[in-house]
């Protein structure tokens, strides 16, 4: 199944140390994630051939629990993407529903999971990428707090927004494996203390009682009616539960999806830059000078999605523009920060549906990028505000799996973990 | 369509100066898609101005040498070496 339904862009295995609370444990790394000696080509021709020389700590901390590595999974090209189409490897299929994708861009981690290739799996969530294919695949997915985990070794896309997570059948998996990968690191200046001796495991004991959940209006409007169904039904679980839910307005995350796709565009414009074809990449040959050369490899070597988001960005970026997007935007991430802030002081968790509409059918988003960035409406705000969010499944709409959403404060991944426990309950 | 977005000729411009050569269907395609998202990003017109938190800090660690790649790992994903050296094409 795994060569059909493409989840794998590189099979491998990576024995960890014989003791660990992740021993007997397989494990997929998605392939923007360095594991040393073993190629990680974050889904692009540029890095076909890379072979990271170190591990990035979150895999280090997999070895040293005991994890075996199965594989390296197929992706959106350097996050770049809702669906897993936009991969130099082709797209990953969604094992529960075959003519649809799996979601992006960590596809091929929640497929993995989803279609038991391995027990556990390590995404990235720049603005909602382990969510939005746990939603479609079916399982369990954790944005972390900024700063909670180490960013060392992951290949930067947006890196004021992004942070690997956990991805798993359960939420009590999925706060496992958190367990293992969070913590400071001396390699990542913007790593926090926070979750050194975490316990978030233990806190999926499914106990709503008193749990205040804010249900924000703005996130509900848009979203498809059969979601909407399932996504009730879910609240009126957890009310059953002694959970209490309350009405919530949260006004900036109406500008969230422009704030974000101006913020990780520019940071995308600057980062991409390292790939130059001559201390990595593909290279252009060495006819002409150094700007053609490089600007020819960049041509050949990069999808059109990156490309998009290159030239959106250095846009955006430019002269006589920058007050007028990238200003703005930033002004715009303060305002949602603040507005969250605000809304934690009334409730312990804010819910909504993880994604708008059930998976997309293959090929659906492709020829229109506006329409699929629009579908990143619900997870957005989280990266933006620096907060944990995660993803539980809420049931099916017409045999298609669907996600519940609850995003907590800053280090409140107890809260979410046990709010999402509830959920399986 | 946005007043501010770019025809063929800026998005050909854009291009050279993010070193990504574009092919002709490329500008077309890519001159329709960013009037479309540059439209839509106008909307943040509407945000507010927001006192920013001022609670961020650099974080700095010593200036001490300490153990890194050998010249050897260092080298080993480059296209072309020479003399344990990075080689480049001309940068004039």
């Known amino acids: 199944?795994?060569?059909?339904?493409?989840?794998?862009?590189?099979?491998?295995?990576?024995?960890?140390?014989?003791?660990?609370?992740?021993?007997?444990?397989?494990?997929?790394?998605?392939?923007?994630?360095?594991?040393?000696?073993?190629?990680?080509?974050?889904?692009?021709?540029?890095?076909?051939?890379?072979?990271?020389?170190?591990?990035?700590?979150?895999?280090?901390?997999?070895?040293?629990?005991?994890?075996?590595?199965?594989?390296?999974?197929?992706?959106?090209?350097?996050?770049?993407?809702?669906?897993?189409?936009?991969?130099?490897?082709?797209?990953?299929?969604?094992?529960?529903?075959?003519?649809?994708?799996?979601?992006?861009?960590?596809?091929?981690?929640?497929?993995?999971?989803?279609?038991?290739?391995?027990?556990?799996?390590?995404?990235?969530?720049?603005?909602?990428?382990?969510?939005?294919?746990?939603?479609?695949?079916?399982?369990?997915?954790?944005?972390?707090?900024?700063?909670?985990?180490?960013?060392?070794?992951?290949?930067?896309?947006?890196?004021?927004?992004?942070?690997?997570?956990p991805l798993a059948p359960t939420v009590e998996e999925a706060a496992g494996l958190l367990d293992v990968i969070s913590g400071p690191d001396e390699h990542d200046g913007t790593s926090r203390e926070e979750g050194a001796d975490s316990d978030y495991a233990s806190a999926a004991d499914g106990d709503v009682e008193g749990l205040t959940i804010g249900v924000p209006t703005e996130l509900i409007e848009g979203a498809d009616e059969g979601v909407v169904e399932r996504f009730e039904e879910t609240l009126d679980d957890l009310r059953e539960q002694g959970a209490t839910v309350e009405e919530v307005t949260l006004p900036s995350?109406?500008?969230?999806?422009?704030?974000?796709?101006?913020?990780?565009?520019?940071?995308?414009?600057?980062?991409?830059?390292?790939?130059?074809?001559?201390?990595?990449?593909?290279?252009?040959?060495?006819?002409?000078?150094?700007?053609?050369?490089?600007?020819?490899?960049?041509?050949?070597?990069?999808?059109?999605?990156?490309?998009?988001?290159?030239?959106?960005?250095?846009?955006?970026?430019?002269?006589?523009?920058?007050?007028?997007?990238y200003k703005q935007a930033q002004d715009a991430r303060a305002w949602i920060k603040q507005d969250f802030d605000e809304t934690f002081e009334q409730v312990d968790v804010v819910a909504s549906p993880t994604m708008p509409t059930p998976p997309f059918e293959v090929g659906e988003s492709l020829d229109d990028p506006l329409k699929m960035y629009l579908a990143d409406a619900n997870t957005v705000p989280a990266n933006l505000a620096d907060l944990p969010a995660i993803s539980v499944p809420a049931g099916e709409v017409d045999g298609l799996p669907v996600g519940i959403q609850f995003m907590g404060p800053a280090f409140g991944e107890e809260t979410i973990v046990r709010a999402g426990s509830a959920v399986e309950n | 369509m946005s007043e501010s977005s770019p025809g063929p000729e800026e998005v050909r411009n854009i291009a050279r100066l993010a070193r990504v050569d574009l092919d002709d269907e490329e500008v077309e395609r890519f001159t329709e898609q960013f009037a479309d998202i540059l439209d839509y990003f106008e909307t943040l017109d509407e945000v507010p101005e927001v006192e920013r938190d001022a609670d961020l800090v650099n974080v700095m660690r010593e200036d001490e040498a300490r153990e890194c790649l050998s010249q050897e790992d260092a080298l080993a994903n480059a296209p072309e070496t020479e003399d344990g050296y990075f080689k480049g094409p001309n940068v004039s």
């Open chain 1, 1 to 165: 199944m795994s060569s059909d339904a493409n989840i794998f862009i590189t099979e491998t295995t990576i024995e960890g140390e014989e003791d660990g609370p992740l021993a007997g444990k397989s494990v997929a790394v998605k392939d923007n994630i360095s594991t040393e000696g073993v190629r990680t080509t974050c889904a692009s021709e540029m890095l076909d051939d890379y072979v990271p020389p170190y591990d990035a700590t979150v895999v280090q901390k997999l070895k040293d629990a005991g994890a075996t590595i199965v594989g390296k999974t197929n992706m959106d090209e350097f996050g770049m993407g809702s669906t897993t189409e936009t991969s130099a490897y082709g797209a990953t299929v969604n094992p529960v529903a075959t003519d649809r994708v799996p979601g992006g861009s960590s596809g091929g981690s929640a497929a993995a999971v989803a279609a038991g290739k391995a027990d556990l799996a390590l995404g990235s969530d720049t603005g909602g990428s382990i969510r939005n294919p746990a939603a479609f695949c079916g399982v369990v997915g954790i944005k972390p707090t900024y700063g909670l985990v180490s960013r060392y070794g992951l290949v930067a896309y947006a890196n004021s927004l992004e942070q690997i997570g």
């Open chain 1, 253 to 325: 995350v109406e500008h969230a999806v422009e704030a974000y796709y101006v913020i990780a565009m520019s940071e995308a414009s600057s980062n991409l830059a390292r790939f130059d074809g001559v201390r990595y990449g593909k290279s252009g040959g060495f006819d002409g000078n150094w700007n053609e050369t490089f600007s020819e490899a960049r041509e050949e070597a990069f999808g059109e999605e990156v490309k998009r988001r290159i030239l959106l960005g250095t846009y955006a970026l430019s002269a006589g523009y920058h007050d007028k997007y």
